[in-house]
């Protein structure tokens, strides 16, 4: 497929509301604002927005996002499928809407109180998803179980212990010192502090090994690159944008994969972005990498061809991932030291070090990874 | 008595929780091309055949990852130890180790199932096998 420069899809607005562990508002006025903030970023007024995405889960219909912010008319409205391994999808939905026409500005908001009210991490008693079925009733009954299980054969293969996962929360924790919108502002850790946190999944995570469950929205504004430049915005171009699913795959359980260590939909991913952006893996210059928990870090540079197969322990040890690293990774704190909305945050930090704006900004930046896992995005100046 | 959820089963899968109620491990076969799948799903995906039937596992397996399952917020609840079992058959499914310590536990142990009575729902099971070679 080839669109013309000028109908290439750009970001051309970022917005968000602070993120805590207590909003004390609603969801809907956290999408508002967030989405408010991004409209205005993108030189727009609600007015101009034509088409809506969001995920599957969230809980702000589209049609009270319209009333809130005074939308007058949609033509488009599309929803990810699955949780924050889709988080990149919506900007690849709402960039095949621009692309082909279906809409001209794009709104793209995730908002909740992820924290405050429902938490992900809680244990669930009952789902009518029949994966649960061969997982809940044997005591798997939280993210951080379910995940670990996988975790522990990678471990197992390539003789990790639980403190070489926190190597990675030393380094995101560092990034997030020093940015003030972080939750974790001014506060690194060292690796006792990691080592010291409780067991919530014996012996594979601790505490400081989990995301950061928060509250809070966030929201973009997708476009043309030809109306981007009739506006007062900074956009930021998408040279690729990809889901990757894999049959036997599931959005938590990957349990029936023939190799357990390894990430195979984030093989998949590097090689549809890469092909699409028409650039090498080694081309990217900072890499924001999906986190619910730190191994994930592990598997996803490792299957992107950052390094070897089992090699992320001493990529991350050699300082390659934090400051002055050769691929500085979640230069926010990522989503256990800036906050947890669900992979959406991450996103912005792209196009704030592609616009130069970001608080740990870095130099020289052409290309920015952003993997939710299984869906990815790949931006440019 | 360890609290277990109950699954919430339809046609697909009704099979499987009939099979532990009367002590059986069984996994589904497609009678086109014979290939085994679990968890269990209405076709196979490698003929596209709706037609199955069932086998009765050797209930005999290797565990190849695991962990110590507790409340994350009631550490004072009992831990189960969940595994993930490769089946002779070569299908995996997720149980949970039975009668021993997490002391004892390591990836390539042989195990085999027991099937243990919860009340309302008889769960497969897996102890330590007798042979119990690591490999």
Known sequence: ?????????????????????????????LAAEASIAAIRDAGLEPRHIDGMVTFTLDNNDELAVMRTLGIPEIRFAARTRGGGGGACATVQLAAAAVESGQADAVLVYRAFNERSQHRFG??????PDPAWNFALPFGLDTPAKVY????????????????????????ARDWASTNPAAQFFNRPITLDDHQSSRWIVEPILRKLDCCLESDGGVAMIITTAERAADLDCFPVAIPASSAAHLEGGHEMFAYYHDDLAAYPEGTALGRLLCGQAGIAIDDIDVAMIYENF??????????FGFCGRGEARDFIADGNIGRGGSLPVNTNGGLLG??????????????RQLRGTAANQQENIQHVLVSAGRSGLILGR | MTKVHLPIFDHDDAFFWQGTAEG?????????????????????ARCSSFDWDTIESSGRGVIRSWIVSQHPTEPSTEPRIVILVELDEGTRLVSNLHGSPADNVANGLRVEAVFVDFGDIVLPQFRLATDGVER
């Not at chain 1, 800036?338 to 196009?351: P, R, T």
């Open chain 1, 1 to 29: 497929m080839t669109v013309p420069a000028k109908q290439r899809a750009v970001i051309a607005g970022i917005g968000q509301t602070e993120f805590s562990q207590d909003s004390g508002r609603s969801t809907l006025r």
């Open chain 1, 122 to 127: 809680q244990p669930v008693q009952q789902s």
């Open chain 1, 148 to 171: 670990a299980l996988t975790f522990q054969n990678y471990m197992h293969e390539f003789g990790l212990t639980n403190a070489d996962f926190g190597s990675y929360t030393v380094v």
């Open chain 1, 294 to 303: 730190s191994p994930i870090v592990f598997l996803q540079l490792e299957a």
């Open chain 1, 338 to 351: 800036e906050g947890y909305i669900h992979g959406m945050n991450n996103i912005l930090e792209a196009v």
């Open chain 2, 24 to 44: 059986k491990l069984l996994i589904q076969r497609c009678t086109n091309c014979c290939a085994l799948r679990h968890p269990p799903a209405p076709m196979c």
